[in-house]
């Protein structure tokens, strides 16, 4: 028992000891203060800004008119107040409308082809042709959509007005045109904002980077000035090692559990996206995800040899680990070896729990699973950042030991 | 250009004793090439998970779910007993979009009375939430046309007239640039290019900062005696041509390996490579000068390059931003670069009209060096940067 507190009495002041020597690197290191609130801020508050207009809306379409009918003139202001389009008639031919398509005025041309007025009075058929550019799928999307969309509704328009001409109500008229009523209804971000949806997503993400490289900056300066030793004396002896990592993991997370409520308090309140989740929640979720993340970045950090090696984490790791997290692309279409990937990495539970928490207003319950997923990981990369500082300080003492005989 | 050939030879040699720089021109190109072919191998969704809620239970409703299933896009893959169940799958994230088909479906639709069909869907998950409720519609839309159809038949009416009646306009829908709508081509014709991009930053950028955080800048600037441009040519013109080769190789890896569509001219695609590359070697010469420090120099051009796939407008487009975004856009290379490669290679459009972003990336690079110049000299006659951190 008298051994087991002295074993304890002396993790204690070697964790303290972490908690202070971490603590003066981080605030003495310019450049890991400057990261934190350049990465943390400045980054979350560019992106959100590039798509703070959420959606997008008037999208150039041109209109090639080969009927000049009022029926043509009434399809194409409808075109042209549907959400997303607006028409631009000035064309005499497709030639002249590729033109504007090639110099990118117009991202798609619809041709009224000759006769569509009179076909539609005498119940022919005719067809409306569409051509979207699809090599950037926004615009296709747009395009495509409210041009179907529209036509839908001028045939119903149709349709239904000829029934009622013949002695039908409108709700018969109606309900003979479509038998099934399609209603879709969007849940949580009700008009597929892109800001509403990437912002949330990048926040989750810019913790695992902003630890990454700060971790990354600090573990490289003492590997290059060789004070991994010096700073943490206990570190060779019988699991000195834990102290350590505890220590440093308490600095990190203290950090960014004031960082975190800062960035969510400013950034989402001057875009107003949504936050349908208490901070403390957010906070009680964040914490296996902020420990793994650190004790991933001490157990690669130790491959850096010098302390700018760890800034390439910003550029490297982001659209890698975004696409993995099976938020942007669906993971469905991954292959098995990128989906176990992706389950290693702290970010892929980390974005879709906070994604959870914040938009879709999950209760703690049903992050659960992200979340013992993210105990999970910090087990693993607790015992290998064990590891590896074990082994690059071992080396050092080497290193420090030949020197001292030369 | 003894002074020339020497610092080349020296760079060749720095090449294979710093590790840094030969992990990212070599290494790392070659595994990021490999990453996203292999990531976006399936470039259209299939299979999207979804819940159906049956609360009617019969022969046209089981069709319903059938033909769910049936679509390409959509996998039934839980059939929840009450609707909280099924929005509950969707907050855990298992299902993409709750349909529910109420009940009486199959006898109203008989009766001729109008039913309903509720599709819930995440729209959180912009991309895959938007396929679902495609894919929804169009088996609702195609099962409604065909009750439709089917009840004018049965009054007499001849399946085309009825076709005609029920749609008095049919869409003729044309799909240029990206005949399969497939998103590999879309984003991975930004995301390779941008990694080429990022490694380009990251080399120049070390093989300068490298010298420069160990004072071995004054060294170089004698072995050049006192001539910048030497230095320059010296220290990136083999990094030019390198890359021009993994560009290559990535080119090679896009439209031979995975059939990215390409309707445009190859020679200006070659061009557009290689102004990509060179005017983000000026960019990452004028982080240089900039810079106080090497590792404020990679945090700048690191930033840089994160940063400016948004502003390619590949993610949303340019003309949807804010006003000050979309001037910032424009000093992107990589923004100029995109537009000339989408329309070189799935836009396939005439020569003439991609004038205007080949000029400009010329004239970006011209600029950058320009401003660079003089702080470069004077970084090298002083050896190295004023911080070493």
């Known amino acids: ?406 | 250009m003894e002074s020339f050939l020497y610092i080349i030879k020296r760079e060749f040699r720095m090449l294979f004793y710093n590790k840094a720089i030969f992990i990212f021109s070599v290494i790392l190109p070659i595994i990021s090439i490999l990453f996203f072919n292999t990531l976006l191998s399936k470039g259209v969704p299939r299979d999207l998970p979804i819940a159906v809620v049956d609360l009617d239970n019969s022969a046209l409703s089981r069709n319903l779910i059938s033909q769910l299933d049936a679509t390409p896009e959509l996998k039934v893959n839980f059939k929840p007993v009450s609707q909280l169940e099924g929005e509950n799958l969707i907050k855990e994230g298992k299902v993409y979009g709750l349909v529910t088909i109420p009940k009486n479906f199959g006898s109203d639709l008989k009766r001729g009375k109008q039913t309903k069909v509720i599709n819930q869907y995440n729209s959180n998950i912009l991309l895959a939430s938007g396929l679902e409720n495609k894919a929804f519609r169009k088996v609702v839309g195609t099962l409604s046309a065909g009750a439709n159809i089917q009840k004018q038949i049965a009054k007499g009416t001849n399946i085309n007239q009825a076709k005609a009646n029920y749609q008095p306009i049919t869409s003729g829908n044309h799909i240029l640039s990206n005949p399969y709508t497939n998103y590999s081509y879309y984003l991975n014709s930004g995301f390779l290019t941008l990694f080429l991009q990022i490694f380009v930053i990251l080399t120049t950028i070390y093989c300068f900062g490298a010298d420069l955080k160990y004072s071995k800048g004054e060294k170089i600037y004698t072995i050049a005696k006192g001539n910048l441009l030497v230095i320059i040519l010296a220290k990136t013109l083999p990094y030019t041509l390198w890359f021009l080769f993994i560009g290559i190789v990535m080119l090679y890896s896009m439209f031979v390996f995975q059939d990215f569509p390409l309707f445009g001219n190859k020679l200006i695609i070659l061009l557009s490579l290689l102004l990509l590359i060179i005017s983000t070697q000026a960019y990452s010469l004028f982080f240089i000068a900039i810079s106080k420090s090497f590792r404020e120099a990679l945090t700048f051009g690191s930033g840089f390059a994160a940063v400016s796939l948004s502003f390619s407008g590949i993610t949303f487009p340019i003309f949807g931003m804010p006003k000050i975004m979309q001037w910032l856009s424009q000093i992107f290379p990589f923004t100029h670069f995109f537009e000339l490669f989408v329309d070189q290679t799935q836009r396939g459009i005439p020569i003439y009209y991609s004038v205007k972003s080949i000029s400009l990336l010329i004239v970006l690079t011209i600029v950058l060096l320009a401003i660079s110049y003089k702080k470069l000299t004077v970084l090298f006659k002083q050896g190295s940067f004023i911080q070493r951190t």
């Open chain 1, 1 to 406: 028992m008298k051994s087991f507190y002295k074993k304890y009495h002396r993790a204690q002041i070697s964790f303290w000891n972490t908690v202070t020597s971490e603590w003066n690197a981080v605030k003495l290191d310019k450049a890991v203060i400057s990261t934190f609130i350049s990465v943390a801020f400045l980054i979350l508050i560019v992106y959100t800004a590039i798509y703070s207009k959420e959606i997008v809306t008037e999208v150039p379409v041109a209109i090639v008119n080969q009927d000049a009918s009022k029926t043509s003139r009434d399809y194409i202001s409808m075109l042209n107040s549907s959400e997303g389009i607006i028409t631009k008639t000035n064309y005499a031919d497709l030639e002249e409308a590729k033109q504007d398509y090639y110099s990118k005025k117009v991202m798609g041309i619809v041709i009224i082809p000759k006769g569509f007025g009179k076909d539609i009075r005498r119940s022919r058929q005719t067809t409306v042709t569409t051509y979207a550019d699809a090599s950037n799928m926004i615009f296709y999307k747009r395009v495509l959509q409210d041009v179907s969309v529209t036509t839908g509704y001028f045939n119903a328009g149709i349709v239904i007005k000829k029934n009622m001409a013949q002695g039908e109500t409108i709700t018969q008229a109606q309900a003979n045109y479509a038998p099934i009523q399609p209603i879709s209804t969007s849940l949580f971000n009700t008009s597929s904002g892109y800001a509403t949806y990437i912002t949330p997503i990048l926040t989750a993400l810019i913790v695992q980077l902003v630890l990454l490289m700060g971790i990354g900056l600090i573990n490289g300066t003492q590997q290059e000035d060789k004070k991994v030793l010096k700073n943490y004396p206990r570190i060779l002896h019988k699991r000195g090692t834990i102290p350590v990592l505890l220590g440093k993991s308490f600095v990190y997370t203290l950090m960014f559990s004031i960082i975190l409520p800062i960035q969510v308090g400013i950034v989402y309140s001057v875009f107003s996206i949504p936050v349908r989740s208490s901070i403390w929640i957010i906070l009680l979720f964040s914490l296996p995800y902020l420990l793994s993340v650190v004790f991933f970045g001490i157990a690669i950090s130790s491959l850096f040899k010098r302390r700018e090696d760890s800034i390439v984490f910003l550029v490297l790791t982001s659209i890698p680990s975004l696409m993995l997290s099976g938020l942007s692309f669906p993971m469905e279409a991954f292959s098995k070896f990128y989906r176990n990937l992706a389950e290693t990495i702290p970010s892929t539970p980390g974005i879709n729990g906070f994604v959870k928490l914040t938009q879709m207003e999950a209760t703690f319950n049903e992050v659960l699973q992200e979340w013992n997923h993210l105990w999970v990981l910090t087990v693993v990369y607790f015992i290998l950042a064990a590891i590896t500082l074990k082994i690059q300080t071992i080396k050092e003492k080497e290193n420090l030991t030949k020197k001292n005989s030369q």
